[in-house]
């Protein structure tokens, strides 16, 4: 099961693209409150929150992952224990960027591992950014799923419309 907080339009495209791109960690915990009672409201059991990973070199490259910014304090508000190792990337993976669904699918085909030791039987909440095709969110709950977790939440800021060109996720 899956939901997104927004749509990712204005003024929320602004807000994670400055959260992606120009290093405003404080965002992060502004959504995060903002998101809060929302995921209250959908009674999901969960026992872990997991960010979306993102790989070694990106990770280097910026420094950060923009979905942790957002996981942490959300886990925190929500009393829930944090595991952002419990998920990684197995390989590195062209941004989804501009692919076509079908290239957004084959690009993280395969691409997660988990952790049996931490995820095995937890209800799990995974979280990422923005929801396209749901590609990034349907391979790493492949991979929690392998590794033994009971279920798998999955929880996005925001969802792209069809309407909205790919080229501007």
């Not at 903002?34 to 997991?50: C, G, K, Q």
């Not at 929500?78 to 990337?89: D, F, S, V």
């Amino acid at each position: 099961m899956m939901r997104s907080w927004a749509v990712f339009d204005s003024p929320i495209q602004n807000a994670l693209h400055t959260l992606k791109y120009r290093r405003n960690m404080g965002l992060g915990d502004a959504l995060a409150v903002n998101m809060t009672e929302f995921v209250r409201s959908l009674n999901w059991s969960v026992d872990l929150v997991i960010p979306s990973p993102l790989g070694k070199k990106r990770l280097q490259e910026r420094g950060y992952n923009q979905v942790d910014l957002v996981a942490r304090p959300l886990a925190y508000e929500l009393g829930l224990e944090y595991a952002p190792q419990a998920l990684w990337k197995t390989r590195e993976t062209r941004s989804q960027v501009g692919l076509s669904i079908s290239q957004r699918s084959e690009n993280v085909r395969n691409v997660y591992q988990a952790d049996p030791a931490k995820v095995k039987r937890k209800s799990i909440l995974l979280m990422d950014d923005v929801a396209t095709t749901g590609s990034t969110i349907s391979s790493g709950t492949e991979a929690l799923l392998s590794a033994g977790a009971g279920n798998v939440y999955a929880l996005t800021i925001a969802r792209a419309l069809s309407h909205h060109d790919l080229n501007r996720v």
